[in-house]
């Protein structure tokens, strides 16, 4: 037997009595009828129906209400659930009885208009004039002929290699001229010990003799020529480190003796390593000297005893290369490798450089290996090799210690000479 007899009544409330076990339906295990929906919260009435409410009986004066304030001032209510009568239906298996609810009523929009939802899509009906989506302007009837000269489209060509709008190497004008004012040359030679240092140095010197304005740029690590202009490398604040690496002005880091040199540190021995995630890292140097070009006549550039990026860099922003070579086989073997180095730069990145020629330095006139080692250079090289001769000279060693260029250290010396001959040459007609 389950829970609840045929007769409607449980096992349990067969020992209570009748006044604990309360009758479930009417007898023949039907339900009754849905009770009327009960309101547990008070309606809100308005202050004069309210106030009529407290009233006695006896006074009470019945006020019309509109039907109207009625419906919209009370709220929407559920209808209630006999609980009693569902728990008696779930209980009994044998008769199970389904529950019907009565819908709840309907509200219309003017009774109890919605609140705005957030992030909810408006309708179109209730958008103002400035939310509602506009249609494209329509095309003009009577568009604009195209000129028949003017080019709508570019060429494969143009997409694929664009025309530079800037010369690489220094700027030029339409005769193929150099605009900028300074006129660039680099000293390069990937042998070490060749007069690289004492020829940048010297030469620009006797180019200011002439009355130009000359700048030197020491990119070796070693700082040989700051050092010549009695700098020292060590406690400079700022050097052309900083200018390749943190791209300041170039004019920050000259410092004027007898001629403007701008100077070098040991910093630039990781100048390769710092420049190598950078994008154009082949054109530093041509950067800087092109905010300074206006201010001289010639840039000289010292660079360092290799063919790593800061000769690159040299080469790339210069116009020309004054190569200086000792009167010895080994010296003049790494001729080839730095004729293929300018070949590249020529062909990659500054078509405009030249090379300005090739100088003999150190030559000792009194062995016969060093008049064997001219001799085959203008047989290989012809009109490149200059005709001036840098001999061996104790001013040169001299010269550095005092800080100063062997033309400022003893102007009458045969070594002074050697150089004011070959500013005349490069300035007249060159090599």
Known sequence: MGLFSRGGRSEQNRHRGDAASPTIGNGNGNLPEPREPVFDEPLDLSPEVELEARRPAAERTETPVAPESREASAPAAEPAIDVEATTAASADAETPTEVVVPEAPLTTASTAPAEAIPNQEVPPAQ???SELPRAPAPPPLNPEPVAADEEI?????????????RPMGGALDESGKPTRRAQVI?????KGGVAKTTTTLNLAVAFAESGHDVLCIDLDPQGNLTMSQGIDPDKVDKSVFDVLVHHIPLAEVIHEREIDIAVASIDLAGAEIAMSTQIGRERS???????????YDFVCIDTPPSLGLLTINALTASDKVIVPV???YLSMRGLLQLQNTVEMIQDNLNPNLQIEGIL???????????KEAVAILEENFG?????????????FAEAPVRGASVLKYDPKSNAADYYRALAQEVLTHGA
Do not use: G, Y
């Not at 680099?186 to 990937?190: D, I």
């Open 285 to 295: 140097l041509e950067k800087a000297i092109n905010e300074i070009a206006d201010e």
């Open 153 to 165: 489209r570019i060429t494969a060509k143009e997409a694929l290699a664009p025309v530079r709008t």
């Open 360 to 370: 003999p330095t150190m030559l000792d006139s009194r062995t016969v290996h060093a």
């Open 383 to 395: 009109e490149l090799v200059f005709k001036s001769r840098i001999r061996k000279a104790i001013k």
């Open 127 to 129: 958008r103002t004039e």
């Open 326 to 328: 000792q009167c010895e």
């Open 186 to 190: 680099s000293f390069a030679n990937q």
